[in-house]
């Protein structure tokens, strides 16, 4: 299994530009988190899907993020317009619930997003 | 709502030395809890985790954590440490029964290891 994919790994950006930031999940998970990791505020879950169905957002700091999940095995948050304080590592995890075995969540490795 | 406390910020320790890395949660239900590590540049992986029976969980490279319920506490422990486990730790929950759920994370108790 390749384990949680995302892209792209690092990405710089101009103030004001829109960023695109993509996850795939592990095959057969059926739900996939957004965080944000930042030295001030450390991990904070950003939004939430389960089977593809977006469950809270309330994480989403403000109006000019979105995340969409249009199949099982792909999601996207998209920051428009980027601003230098969304400056921040960005990671995806999926998790699967199987009768009594909860695993966790497996995390992708990340984008580094630096707006400048 | 649910909440991780995590109180050491910073632990500075020699190799060979003693670790116990403290959690509080708070949370009335059943809960299901983590350890996660993150070494530098990486991302997070899955130390330990509790979901149900013995207290005492036991995990990757040596390191275990004990449920404490009447404290509200998931305590990470490991005998000796080595220099390669500098990382960032975190203790994590969320609620039982689902996996699905949201998992709250606490803000890391970053672990430095001297040679």
């Known amino acids: 299994d390749a384990g949680v994919i995302q892209s792209p790994r690092h990405e710089v950006t101009e103030m004001g530009q829109e960023v695109t930031l993509r996850c795939k999940p592990i095959?057969?998970?059926?739900?996939l988190f957004w965080y944000r990791q930042t030295i001030m505020r450390g991990l904070e879950l950003l939004i939430y899907?389960?089977?593809?169905?977006?469950?809270?957002d309330s994480g989403m700091p403000e109006d000019r993020f979105s995340a969409k999940m249009p199949n099982a095995s792909f999601s996207t948050l998209k920051i428009q317009p980027s601003e230098p304080r969304d400056s921040a590592v960005y990671f995806c995890?999926?998790?699967?619930?199987?009768?009594?075995?909860?695993?966790?969540?497996?995390f992708g490795s990340g984008t580094r997003l630096t707006v400048v | 709502a649910q909440s991780v406390s995590q109180h050491n910020h910073h632990v500075i320790l020699s190799e060979a030395a003693s670790l116990e890395l403290g959690c509080n949660y708070s949370y009335g239900g059943t809960v299901n809890l983590f350890w996660y590590v993150q070494y530098p540049g990486q991302h997070l992986q899955l130390l330990l985790k509790?979901?149900?029976?013995?207290?005492l969980v036991k995990g990757i490279k040596g390191f275990e954590a004990e449920f404490i319920k009447s404290k509200f506490s998931f305590n990470l422990r490991k005998p000796s440490v080595q220099w390669s486990d500098t990382a960032e730790y975190f203790c994590a929950v969320n609620e039982g029964y689902s996996s699905a759920s949201k998992i709250i994370f606490g803000s890391g108790t970053r672990l430095s290891i001297r040679p």
């Open positions: 899907f389960n089977n593809n169905v977006p469950i809270d």
């Open positions: 509790y979901f149900s029976g013995d207290p």
């Open positions: 995890a999926s998790s699967l619930k199987t009768g009594g075995q909860l695993g966790g969540y497996t």
């Open positions: 095959s057969g998970h059926n739900s």
